[in-house]
């Protein structure tokens, strides 16, 4: 049989397929016999029938099915023995092969052999398959048959490779290759292999198909090997298979080398498939992989596979298929579709394999983790791991964890992730439960950034999916609002706020969940009051209002509730609700002229009620300073922010310019009436006035009234008409000047007078009175103080961006009074422990406790200043107040606040010769605009004096005082420090609220606009620096020191030196913003840097950002030369590092920064600088460490400092400090060692082990490394002999420590194999560390004896790392086969100063480490082993000290 067979080269294929060819072209009837009648059993006399009717099978003609008499198992084996039976055997399997060759050339005949027999037998009586094999499967069960029935059949498919499928559906060419499968038993499994591919070779395409994805289910294993060699050759020919040939690949069995090739030849046209073969493909890639290859494969697949390449081009498409006709967008339509279906297919087959393959999704996770570059980064990135999240439990945390670093780093921008839900949000939309747990997860962050991250996760998931999962997104926000942490609820107020704005239309299908905010309201910040009504008012109130009027009543409903309550808590809810929504419903929304008659309606109804609602808040309000003062300056804030209708404004305009006239502002003549104790005159004006003109604000008579304890007195003089607290001044203001501003497009001439007008006030300079004054007097007379101060504060707010000369002129003379006040202000309040000020904030965190202003009789009547005649227009008060911090802490309003406790207890007893700090004061004062800064690019302003004429008289020129620049400077400074530095954490039981004390108006502002507007002030900063330094260079070359000078100058040193430091400051403040890292800001930063670097070099083309920063860094580093104090020159450093953080290659600079650092470390600084040890202790450690981290050779430094600078300070008298370096004292001793043993410790740990495979040269670098770092730690530790104070003992205990176990991990491997070799070298370094380790142990004995358990809680771990060292030593000698050489000894116990401690017994003994080779060893080396022992035996002694030491510490 095997004779038979024959192997089919090229050529036989070239002739089988002209032979299939030719058969095709014949007429039927010529390839077949007569047809038999349909309904006869064929009866000829061959073998082949009676051999098939004697097994129990009878042959039917034509449509009819064969029939099975007996079952399938019993008729295989009739047949098989009677043809192992027959005479004539094995010349009889011929003749019955060639008889059904015979009988199935008739194609009804061949088909019925094909199909499945009709079964005879019951069913019960069946003990076979539940189903008919047809006839060829039965004879292909039949050893002796099978080969021959195999080639007759492949001989037979040629005839319809060609051919169509019939009308039944059935082609014959696939009919046949199924009976090869599934087949219990193949006698020549590689013959079978040969004539299948053979098959394969010359099919058409559309068989090949079927024909490939049938081997496994036709093959046997051992051809498997054979088949995927072949098909490998096949895909490599014809890439229209790619997708049956891997889909086979994954079925076979084959080695992982020849898949592994498959996989590099796949992936190699990865880029170029279509898109419907990708999830085959990436599905045979993935299970492909082996954890060894993992890595590997995946990185390369992340980089080839962009589904982006196939989904843009498509919508694309289907965008511009909306331009043709209906039937082509149609078509462009489906294959959008079908495209969209192939890329969630892809997504589904990765899900699978990383939901089973965890080394997947591992590897996955590592590719991303390795990329660096942010352009690297793509879309498939951030996909990838949302799904990972979702699919795989066991790595959320490692997928957490990477997300945030990639966040923190800034590689994934917003950019990235809008791409990545552009373009995969069919995939991820089926994850959106893991992507709301996931931005659930990063907003309980610490970091900003993550937390940002986190809600643009929200609104990309709102955007792009669907109303269920915008549903979870809203509730989901709703649940971070409620959730009390500060952070999380500010953020979640952004993100609902943004959507709303966005989509408002989707977010009124949710207002109902987050109208449930309101309930939470009581324990809202005043900001995030303002969002959650902002939010709810523009979904109650939009254009399509009707379907929102259920949010209106309810929001009505509230306001007039918390209005009405008598608690000031909720009062100040419902006035910035109230507000909120007035300024909403007010909105100017501008309609074209032919709007339709209804909208004017709408539009006038809601002026109608946002009128009535303003009313409302304005009779709730007006009895008490407290709401009035918040109400105007929440309506002022509204203003600001919003543009409001015309005739809104021009009624609230109106309204606020009578009140206010009529409150506070009085003619110059009139003569102020009443009992005060002291006299009143008109102060504080700019210009001369004569009895007839001018306006005077009438503050001391507003603020008696209040002040008085007589009130009958006080209510004699009382008129109809209701009277206005003085402490409402500067909000009433400020309300007035911002609607001035708004009507007049920022013209203030309507209200100019306000600048330079008096105030009606006792002279406030308090001279020798004050030590005179009564308590009721001084608290009287600061009032007053603090009350003009936040008035001139409004006043340079209001005025500041006025252009004229004449006002600038104005503007820098008010300045000098808000510093001469502040000077003022310090003195009473150093002598005023318990004063209460007026407030000028309000803020709902410490509202519980209410300062004594609050109980003023507001209610009172006052006497109505009517204007007159010919100041008219100054008359029009306008008020420019800034912004009220309602989101400031109060507790300051206590008149015992916190704040102030320290401040009163310094000033207490000192009168006033030490003047208190308005720095605790924040809360009092009104806080200074932004736009205020801008005063900074004065210079010299001239100022025109006009006679009554209008003709100039005079000029007077006036300038920015260093003075006044420190005022502004430190206003800006705080403000930076407070919005640019990230708040720190801070414990549960203090206020949360206090950081942001003072800084209300800065806070409603985006970070942004607070960046650009200081990015515009750094031209005259630079000016000003510039200025600086110049005055102390010229100072410098006076040699003179500052105590030499007059007392002026030394004022003036000050103030200089303040300048100069609060402008370092802002410089740090400002390029340390961390918000520079987000792409959106890079343009910011490019500016800033620009500006400084225009200071060396103008130019015009645009400067690569490299460039531009060194080129700041040069610029700044050039004030070294004249820094003044100790705290500019950390500030310069601190500049200058940030800056080095931005640079691509900060190593260049390193040193100059190191050069720098020492310079100032050797520099004397006046001995004023050190009055303050706290802060200055703080500066030097900062110093110290920029100064070893950034020098080339740290061991060096540490070396010098403790070998040269130590000695020198111990030799020197005792107040006297080191020559080289005079920073370096007693007192500073312990900032110098505690860094420099940190450091050293740092310096060790991050040294690399060394290993066998390193050249000599590295080993010999190492050890002599190693040998410098031992050095140092001997010098450093032996000062503990000198300075034995218990900061001293504590670090050498923590860090020498940490240095002993930095020495087993990354030197003793270094020691195995280099112990040989330099051997002297190995000994020099254990000798020198056993001395070390001696002091360690002496050290640990000592802390026992004084039983200090600050000192004994680190004794244990310090033993035992001591113990480790003996082992590890001795295992190096082991190891390089010295054994003999380590012997026992015995150590006594000793204190500091080597003496015996008596009280214990000497017990322990030592193990030590010594080289002795050949035996013998010289004089020398005996003596290094005994020091050696002593040492080691010291370490040994661990275990029962251990105890010991336990005992003495309980």
């Keep these: 049989m095997v004779s038979k067979r024959r192997r089919l080269d090229s050529k036989d294929n070239e002739t089988l397929a002209e032979d299939a060819s030719k058969i095709m072209k014949q007429p039927l009837s010529k390839l077949a016999k007569k047809s038999h009648d349909s309904h006869e059993v064929e009866e000829n006399g061959s073998v082949f029938v009676r051999l098939l009717k004697m097994s129990g099978l009878t042959l039917r003609t034509g449509e009819n099915q064969n029939q099975l008499g007996v079952d399938q198992i019993i008729f295989q084996r009739k047949l098989f023995q009677a043809l192992r039976k027959h005479p004539s055997y094995p010349k009889v399997i011929e003749e019955f092969v060639n008889g059904l060759e015979s009988y199935t050339e008739d194609c009804d005949n061949l088909r019925n052999c094909l199909l499945s027999c009709e079964r005879l037998q019951d069913e019960e009586a069946s003990v076979g398959a539940s189903y008919s094999k047809s006839l060829m499967k039965l004879l292909l069960g039949i050893d002796i048959l099978q080969p021959a029935i195999i080639k007759m059949l492949f001989e037979k498919v040629p005839q319809f490779l060609f051919e169509n499928e019939k009308s039944d559906g059935i082609n014959m060419s696939r009919l046949i290759v199924n009976q090869l499968k599934w087949l219990d038993r193949i006698v020549d499994s590689k013959d079978l292999t040969t004539q299948m591919m053979q098959l394969i070779s010359v099919a058409p395409a559309n068989l090949q198909h079927d024909f490939i994805t049938s081997l496994p289910e036709i093959l046997g294993d051992s051809q498997h090997a054979n088949v995927g060699k072949e098909l490998s050759e096949l895909l490599m020919q014809n890439t229209s298979l790619t997708v049956p040939i891997l889909d086979v690949f994954s079925s076979l069995r084959l080695d992982p080398n020849f898949l592994s090739k498959i996989r590099q030849l796949v992936m190699g046209k990865l880029s170029s498939v279509r898109l419907e073969d990708l999830p085959v493909i990436v599905k045979f890639i993935l299970h492909s992989v082996t954890d060894t290859t993992s890595l590997e494969v995946i990185s390369e697949l992340r980089e080839k596979l962009n589904v982006q390449h196939f989904i843009l081009p498509a919508q694309v498409q289907a965008s511009q298929s909306k331009l043709k006709s209906k039937g082509q967008a149609s078509s462009s339509g489906n294959q959008e579709n079908s495209d969209k279906d192939c890329v969630v297919l892809v997504f589904d087959v990765i899900k699978s394999a990383i939901r089973y393959e965890k080394a997947i999704s591992e590897a996955w996770i590592k590719a991303i983790e390795r990329i660096e570059s942010e352009a690297e980064h793509k879309a498939l990135d951030v996909a990838m791991l949302l799904i990972i999240y979702s699919t795989s439990t066991q790595t959320k945390k490692g997928v957490e964890k990477l997300l945030r670093n990639k966040i923190q780093s800034g590689c994934i921008q917003e950019q990235l992730l809008d791409s990545t839900f552009s373009t995969h949000y069919l995939v991820l939309k089926d994850i959106c439960p893991s992507i709301l747990l996931l931005a659930q997860t990063l907003f309980h962050a610490q970091d900003q950034r993550i937390i940002l991250f986190g809600s643009l996760l929200y609104k990309h998931t709102f955007k792009f999916f669907d109303t269920y999962c915008q549903q979870e997104v809203v509730g989901a926000l709703v649940t971070h609002v409620c959730s009390g942490n500060e952070a999380e609820v500010d953020t979640a107020l952004d993100v609902l706020l943004e959507l709303t704005v966005l989509s408002p239309s989707a977010m009124r299908l949710n207002a109902v969940f987050v109208k449930g905010i309101l309930d939470y309201l009581e324990n809202m910040s005043p900001q995030q009051i303002r969002k959650i009504f902002c939010i709810l008012s523009t979904l109650a109130f939009s254009q399509q209002s009707g379907t929102s009027n259920h949010i209106q009543d309810d929001m009505h409903l509230v306001v007039r509730k918390q209005l009405s309550s008598t608690v000031f808590k909720y009062k100040l809810i419902g006035i910035i609700g109230a507000v909120t929504m007035a300024g909403v419903m007010a909105e100017d929304r501008s309609v074209p002229s032919n709007a339709s008659q209804r909208r004017a309606e709408v539009s006038s109804e809601l002026c109608t009620q946002v009128t009535s609602l303003l009313q409302l808040v304005h009779s709730c309000t007006e009895h008490s300073p407290w709401a009035s003062s918040l109400y105007y300056d929440e309506f002022a804030n509204l203003i600001q922010g919003r543009k409001l209708a015309p005739k809104t404004l021009d009624w609230v305009g109106q309204t606020i310019f009578n009140d206010f006239q009529d409150a506070f502002v009085v003619d110059f003549c009139a003569v102020p009436e009443g009992d005060f104790p002291f006299p009143v005159k008109a102060l504080y004006g700019l210009e001369e006035y004569s009895t007839q003109d001018g306006i005077v604000i009438n503050l001391l008579p507003l603020y008696f009234q209040e002040f008085a304890k007589d009130v009958s007195q006080v209510t004699s003089q009382e008129s109809s008409q209701k009277s206005m607290s003085s402490v409402c001044l500067a909000s009433h203001f400020r309300l007035l000047r911002l609607c001035v501003a708004r009507q007049h497009d920022g013209n203030l001439d309507e209200i100019d007078g306000l600048l330079d007008c008096p105030l009606f006030l006792p002279d406030l300079e308090p001279g020798e009175k004050l030590e005179s004054m009564s308590a009721k007097e001084r608290s009287l007379m600061c009032s007053l103080t603090l009350l003009t101060f936040n008035w001139f504060r409004e006043v340079v707010n209001a005025f500041c961006q006025q252009a004229s000369p004449e006002m600038k002129g104005k503007l820098l003379n008010r300045l000098k009074d808000l510093v001469e006040l502040q000077e003022i202000l310090e003195k009473y309040l150093a002598v005023i422990p318990d004063y209460a000020p007026p407030f000028a904030n309000v803020d709902l965190d410490t509202l519980d406790v209410i300062p004594w202003s609050s109980s003023a009789p507001s209610a009172k009547n006052r006497n109505k200043a009517k204007m007159r005649g010919k100041k008219q227009k100054a008359d029009s008060s306008k008020a420019s107040s800034t912004d009220t911090l309602v989101t400031e802490d109060t507790s300051e309003c206590d008149p015992v606040p916190s704040g102030r406790s320290q401040v009163d207890k310094e000033s207490t007893g000192k009168e006033g010769k030490s003047p208190a700090s308005l720095q605790n004061y924040r809360g009092f004062l009104r806080e200074l605009d932004i736009e205020v800064f801008s005063i900074l690019h004065s210079g010299l302003v001239t100022k025109f004096i006009l006679d009554t004429e209008m003709h100039t008289e005079a000029t007077e020129v006036v300038q920015l005082g260093p003075a006044e620049l420190l005022f502004l400077l430190e206003d800006l400074s705080q403000k930076l420090e407070n919005i640019l530095t990230p708040a720190k954490r801070i414990c549960f039981l203090k206020n949360k609220g206090s950081r942001n004390i003072g800084f209300s108006h800065l806070h409603q502002r985006p970070v942004q606009d607070i960046v650009h507007c200081v990015v515009q002030l750094l031209t005259p900063m630079c000016n000003h620096l510039e200025n600086i330094h110049n005055y102390f260079q010229c100072l410098g070359t006076e040699n003179l020191s500052v105590d030499d000078k007059p007392r002026v100058k030394a004022q003036e040193h000050h103030t200089m030196s303040s300048c100069y430091q609060k402008l370092l400051q802002v410089f740090h403040a400002l390029f340390a913003w961390k918000g520079f890292t987000h792409h959106s800001n890079h343009r910011l930063l490019r500016s800033a840097l620009e500006v400084l670097s225009s200071r060396l070099k103008q130019t015009d083309k645009e400067q690569p950002l490299e460039e531009l920063v060194s080129q700041s860094f040069n610029y700044l580093q050039n004030f070294h030369q004249s820094i003044p104090s100790f705290q500019c020159g950390l500030y310069l450093l601190r500049l200058l590092m940030v800056l080095l953080e931005k640079s691509a290659r900060p190593a260049q600079k390193k040193g100059k920064l190191a050069s720098l650092a020492k310079q100032l470390l050797c520099r004397a600084w006046p001995h004023g600088e050190k009055e303050k040890p706290s802060t200055f202790n703080d500066h030097l450690h900062d110093l110290l460490c920029i100064y070893l981290e950034h020098t080339d050779n740290v061991l060096k430094a540490i070396e010098e400092i403790a070998g040269v600078g130590v000695p020198e300070m111990v030799n020197a ?238």
């Design 1213 to 1450: 008298p005792k107040d006297a400090s080191s020559s080289t370096f005079p920073t370096l004292t007693r007192h500073t001793f312990v900032i110098f060692f505690r860094a420099m043993m940190a450091e050293l410790e740092k310096t060790v740990k991050g040294l690399q082990a060394g290993t066998a495979a390193d050249s000599q040269q590295v080993h010999e670098e190492k050890l002599l490394y190693w040998n410098m770092a031992v050095r140092d730690f001997s010098i450093l530790i032996n000062l503990m002999k000198v300075f034995d104070s218990y900061p001293v003992l504590h670090v050498c205990l923590k860090y020498g420590r940490r240095f002993v176990e930095a020495f087993l991990k990354q030197c003793m491997p270094l020691l195995d194999f280099s112990f040989r070799k330099h051997r002297e070298d190995v000994l020099s370094l254990l000798e020198t560390l056993q001395l070390n380790t001696r002091l360690l142990h002496h050290l640990c004995g000592h802390s026992k004896i004084h039983q200090d358990t600050r000192l004994t809680k680190h004794v244990p771990l310090l033993k035992k790392s001591l113990e480790l060292l003996v082992c590890r030593v001795k295992a190096m000698l082991v190891l390089n086969n010295c054994r003999e050489a380590f012997w026992l000894g015995t150590l006594k116990n000793r204190d500091l100063q080597g003496e015996e401690i008596v009280s214990q017994q000497p017990s322990s003994s030592e193990s030590t480490a010594e080289d002795s080779e050949d035996g013998a060893t010289s004089h020398v080396s005996k003596s290094r082993a005994t020091e050696d022992g002593e040492d080691e035996a010291s370490d040994g002694q661990k275990d029962q000290d251990s105890d010991e030491s336990d005992d003495s510490s309980d």
